[in-house]
Every structure is written in C-alpha cells, then in structure tokens.
C-alpha cells in the first residue's frame, strides 16, 4: 500500500530517489507521471497514486510525454509475490504475449492460464494482458523517441503486428500519430540503436557492461543525470524489447 502523504511530499520535491517506485496520475489531465516530472505541481485532490506504470494505464491515464515513464528506473512493486508470477512478469518482459497467447504462457508455467489471470489480479490487480499492453506501449515509444528506426520496423518490434494497431495505440495514448513523437531526425535503418534509461541515485554506475544476448549484443554506458545508455548490436527487430531487458536487468540485477 502507498503511502499518500509520502508520495506527494516526493512529488513535490520532485526526489530522484523515488523514480519509479510510484506513478502519479493527475485527475484534470488524465496522465500519469515519474516522480520526478519537471510538470508543475498538481494540487493534492487532483492526483492518484499506483505501484506501477501498468495499474495508471490501465486506469485510463496516459504516460506524460515530457518525464516520459517508459524511462523510469524498474519499480520493486511486484517484489514479495509468487515465484511462478515473478517468472511470468520475466517471459512478459521479454515479449511472451507479443509472440503468442496468455495460454501458452500459462502452459510454459504449468498451470491453466484461468489460474494464471486469477493469480496476476490477485496479487497484482491487472491481468497479464493490461501489463503487457503497458509493455508493448512503451517499448514502441521508447524506440520512436530514442532511435532512428523506420516506425514500421518499431511497429513490428514493439509486437503490435501492424502498422494500423501501432498507429491506433500511439493515437489513444498520446492523442497523435507516432510521427509526431519522433526527436533523433528522419528514419535510418543503419542507424546505430540507443535507448536511455533512468536510474536512482543510489545506484553507481561501475562503467561499461556488455551483455552477450543470443543474436548480438548490448552495450550499457554511464550517461548524463543519472541515465544509462544501452547500445545494440546486430540484434534482430524482434528481439529488441528482450535485449533491452536483459540488458537492465545485466546491470541492475547481475543478469
């Protein structure tokens, strides 16, 4: 349970050590936003706090394009629940239900994907679909915001299947076509691919990582104001969100 009085003085000091660890969401405005938005304050009544950027996306608020959430730092939020969901939310992550059904993950659990949906609502309270939803969103704009990537090859990357499920997701969450969002110049395929990431200050970057991935590679390198940058090499557009998962998780996990 979130402390309310705790993530609002957070909120208000805008505290990099909380960056991620909550999400706000703003009534008046319907989006949610990292702890450390430079948006100004909101009023007290106005906000609504969640454990992840999953449970405000699937609230109806919509990630904020100036702090960008799909950067912040991996919430604890899900520590403490069940081995077998921990192993979920890790085949989530690396894109299980952007490449099959919420049944084959189940299968790959051992266990009946009723079981599985019942499990994830209670001890997450969001089913398997509204986290990967979340994922799926993020990855894509992630790219869109970080690389030079055609938005095709992002659409396919991110697991939407088609342009026009991309376009209509971008549309529904930023209320603008992906197009808009672009910031690293027009597309180029050969382009190197980078992506940013945040992390708290209590983490000390210990200088360069390179992951070994099973096509490619990942390079993670100190950045500017506590960011990290991941490099990828030679990996497949389908296998992007899975490189830089396990990049993070290289880093801030040991793998």
Known sequence: MLDQDRCYAAIERRDPAMDG????????????????CPARTPDRGNVAFYASAAAA????????????????????????????????????????????????LADRLGMSDRHLRRLFVEHLGLTPLAIEATR????AKHLVHDTRLPLTDIAFAAGYGSVRRFNEAFQSAFARAPSALRREGPADPAAPIIVTIA???????????????????????????????ITLTNVPLPALGRAIAAAKRAVFAGG
């Open 136 to 139: 799926r969103l993020h990855l």
């Open 57 to 104: 996306q699937a609230a109806g608020y919509r990630p904020c394009l100036r702090c960008r959430p799909e950067t912040a730092p991996d919430s604890p939020a899900w520590a403490g629940t069940l081995a077998s969901i921990h192993r979920a939310l890790r085949l989530i992550d690396d894109g299980a239900l952007a490449e099959g059904s919420v049944a084959a």
């Open 199 to 229: 992390h708290r200050p209590d983490f000390v970057p210990a200088g360069p990582v390179r992951v070994a991935l099973p096509k490619g590679h990942a390079e993670v390198t100190p950045g500017k104001n506590r960011t990290l940058r």
């Open 21 to 36: 660890l909550f999400f706000t969401a703003v009534r008046t405005t319907r989006i949610y936003c990292r702890p450390v």
